[in-house]
């Protein structure tokens, strides 16, 4: 639910009791696409905002915050990630900041919506830096259908940087879709998956993503929490599924020489993230196996 009121853009959650508010100059952009609302507004102190179907999705003061724990965590941990896909990411700020890893050769953003895309390019300039790299590749669908069709064991990290598990996204957090997943992994692979707020959603959504991860046969995995101001609680996560390969461990040493600037992300936060709080532990403890820490 959403309000607009005296230059105000609220987010309403109403089964929290709570809003989310950012004072806006102006709106820049609303379109009805074939998928969903969306709208683009100037703010007077986080720059521009990206609402989809009424949500923030973005703006361009924090966003930085996500695409970094997306990304650096899963591909400092692979050990030579060479092909890399991003479901859904229209803002393409997931796809820079995988772009940034000398080792990727070949990365994709599968994206349902290309209206998402072209104003991304627009409105967000700067995720949309590295759109021409020649190591980038769009594709326009479903990301679910896309990842069933795709050659087994040709993916080295699967990044799913989507929407809400409802409408379009909800196939992306499903059994199936984990299963299609773990047959396009290479060997040592690693999903990625956005997975919403630790205090919300740990017992119900980061639950179901570890159970149906595990039934999926990927072995480890983690969720590591970190901040993100305007989305709900302000307190987000990623969770990390591994085809055999530690995820309590990271290639430290590379993360600490990388050869790109970072505004999060660095071996500390990496460090720090993989230390999930004691509530989370607990509540995932038949999830959480001990040698996995
Ligand atoms: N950071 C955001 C968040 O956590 O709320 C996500 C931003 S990104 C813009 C999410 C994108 O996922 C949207 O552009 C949406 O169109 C896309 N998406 C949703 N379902 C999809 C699907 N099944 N396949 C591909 N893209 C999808």
Same mark, same amino acid.
């Given at each position: 639910?959403?309000?607009?009121?005296?230059?105000?853009?609220?987010?309403?959650?109403?089964?929290?009791?709570?809003?989310?508010?950012?004072?806006?100059?102006?709106?820049?952009?609303?379109?009805?696409?074939?998928?969903?609302?969306?709208?683009?507004?100037?703010?007077?102190?986080?720059?521009?905002?990206?609402?989809?179907?009424?949500?923030?999705?973005? &703006?361009?003061?924090? +966003?930085?915050?996500? $695409?970094?724990? @997306?990304?650096?965590?899963? !591909?400092?941990?692979? /050990?030579?990630?060479?092909?890399?896909?991003?479901?859904?990411?229209?803002?393409?700020?997931?796809?820079?900041?995988?772009?940034?890893?000398?080792?990727?050769?070949?990365?994709?953003?599968?994206?349902?919506?290309?209206?998402?895309?072209?104003?991304?390019?627009?409105?967000?300039?700067?995720?949309?830096?590295?759109?021409?790299?020649?190591?980038?590749?769009?594709?326009?669908?479903?990301?679910?259908?896309?990842?069933?069709?795709?050659?087994?064991?040709?993916?080295?990290?699967?990044?799913?940087?989507?929407?809400?598990?409802?409408?379009?996204?909800?196939?992306?957090?499903?059994?199936?879709?984990?299963?299609?997943?773990?047959?396009?992994?290479?060997?040592?692979?690693?999903?990625?998956?956005?997975?919403?707020?630790?205090?919300?959603? &740990?017992?119900?959504? +980061?639950?179901?993503? $570890?159970?149906? @991860?595990?039934?999926?046969? !990927?072995?480890?995995? /983690?969720?590591?929490?970190?901040?993100?101001?305007?989305?709900?609680?302000?307190?987000?996560?990623?969770?990390?599924?591994?085809?055999?390969?530690?995820?309590?461990?990271?290639?430290?040493?590379?993360?600490?020489?990388?050869?790109?600037?970072?505004?999060?992300?660095?071996?500390?936060?990496?460090?720090?993230?993989?230390?999930?709080?004691?509530?989370?532990?607990?509540?995932?403890?038949?999830?959480?196996?001990?040698?996995?820490?």
């Amino acid at each position: 639910m959403t309000a607009l009121n005296e230059g105000w853009f609220t987010e309403v959650f109403q089964d929290q009791g709570t809003a989310f508010s950012l004072q806006v100059k102006r709106k820049l952009h609303e379109e009805q696409t074939p998928f969903q609302k969306l709208e683009i507004y100037e703010t007077e102190t986080f720059g521009n905002l990206m609402v989809l179907d009424g949500c923030v999705m973005l &703006t361009s003061r924090d +966003i930085f915050l996500y $695409h970094e724990m @997306m990304t650096h965590p899963a !591909l400092f941990t692979h /050990r030579q990630p060479r092909k890399v896909v991003v479901i859904g990411g229209g803002d393409c700020g997931t796809l820079r900041e995988v772009l940034r890893h000398p080792d990727v050769e070949e990365a994709w953003q599968i994206e349902i919506d290309e209206r998402v895309t072209r104003a991304s390019e627009k409105y967000f300039p700067e995720l949309c830096e590295a759109n021409d790299d020649p190591r980038a590749n769009f594709f326009f669908g479903d990301g679910v259908q896309w990842i069933r069709d795709i050659e087994p064991d040709s993916v080295d990290v699967i990044i799913v940087d989507s929407t809400d598990p409802v409408g379009a996204a909800e196939g992306l957090f499903a059994l199936d879709f984990y299963r299609d997943a773990m047959l396009a992994l290479r060997e040592g692979g690693i999903i990625v998956q956005q997975s919403e707020s630790p205090l919300l959603h &740990t017992d119900t959504i +980061i639950r179901d993503i $570890h159970t149906d @991860m595990r039934k999926a046969g !990927l072995t480890q995995v /983690r969720t590591l929490p970190f901040p993100q101001p305007v989305y709900p609680t302000g307190w987000w996560s990623c969770t990390l599924g591994s085809k055999e390969n530690p995820l309590m461990y990271f290639r430290e040493e590379d993360a600490d020489n990388r050869a790109f600037v970072t505004r999060y992300y660095n071996s500390g936060v990496h460090n720090g993230a993989l230390a999930m709080p004691q509530f989370m532990v607990d509540a995932l403890e038949d999830e959480v196996r001990p040698e996995e820490g």
